[in-house]
């Protein structure tokens, strides 16, 4: 794995208030956005990171159109990083009355708690394992109706092929392809005085073609997640579980991210639990919160991964920033290998990254 390439990883930047369904206004319209950010971090697993005082430079540039006409919705997501440019997002889509959205091209998957299993600009340990924010190419139908959400959706294929690790989620590539996926979505909503309880359970499965071996291989998730709001105060929790069956057989997997590749432990069950409290003033708002993760893996000899954040995200009109101090243990982009592999004498590892952006 190329740790430089770090810079384009945070190209991951997320708006976590972006809706999870791009549906455009009442009227015929079309609008453009997007955002700039710059990002600053320190490690202390690095003696150069830690000779220079750190690193600051630029973080990604995206472009973003949505709108609908003559009743057919675009929504798309372009983004530019560090020697990297690439799609996040880009689908034509339809309403069938109020309840229901078939979207088709480069979509989200539906996949774990809506939005992000995190409220830092790290993401949980579910991104890194390709279950956070991943957008592949298919066709997906959204259906909400009073308190019961469900997502139904069928992935030919990763939004590139497996021959490149340019890309704005985590995929499998190298020898494996991922094809032929499918993936179920159901959400309960229970409103709650001061907020609501959502209810959530997630299965996704599908092929994986092994190049060399010109033969198929399997793969199967699931996940349970919670979603508390009280007030000020959120709870997040899931549950992942995960089996990745390749024709060969191997106990890892190699998977690519905005130009890095690492492996990941082939089967694991991945555990998360956030807390968070949001504060209103004067000036704008921030949030306070503590993201944990732990990805406890099934092979031989191979070792946990954890991931801690704490952070505090902050905004003021189009500034967004996140102030986050990430410990990582036997987890990639914190000082390991990558996640899930064996790794028994690992230490504890430590980095700042602080990332500040306008949005327009």
Known sequence: MNKMKLVSLLALTQFTLTPLVHAAPADDGMSFGGFLRANYGWKDYSDASKDKGGDFAFDALSLTYDGMIDGVGLSADYRIANGLNYVK???G??????TTQVQVGIVKVPFGKQGFVSNS?????????????????????VYDRDQWHL???????????????????ADIIGDNEESNQINARLVYTLPLDQGHLKLGASVEAGQLYHAELSDNGDRQAYAVH?????????????????????????DTVTV??????YDIAAEATGYNLNLARHFDTSWGGFTLYNDYGLVSPDGKDQD???????????????????FDYIVGDNMTFAGGPGVGLPNPDSPTDSRININVGYYF
């Not at 889509?93 to 109020?98: E, P, Q």
């Not at 919670?226 to 929790?237: E, K, S, T």
């Not at 946990?304 to 996140?322: C, E, H, K, L, T």
Request: proline fraction near 2%.
């Open 89 to 91: 997002r880009a689908y």
């Open 93 to 98: 889509y339809m309403n069938l009355g109020d």
């Open 121 to 141: 600009y790290w993401f949980s340990t579910n991104y890194y394992l390709g279950f956070e924010d991943d957008y592949d190419a298919g066709v997906k139908m």
């Open 151 to 169: 997502d139904l959706a069928y992935f030919a294929s990763a939004e590139y092929g497996p021959g490149t690790a340019d890309r704005y989620a």
């Open 226 to 250: 919670a979603d508390l709001q009280l007030g000020h105060w959120n709870l997040q929790a899931q549950v992942t579980d995960y089996n990745i069956d390749s024709a060969d057989k191997a």
């Open 256 to 261: 690519g991210v905005v130009g890095a590749r």
């Open 304 to 322: 946990d991964s954890m991931q801690n954040v704490f952070g505090v995200s902050v905004n003021r009109g189009p500034i967004w920033a996140y």
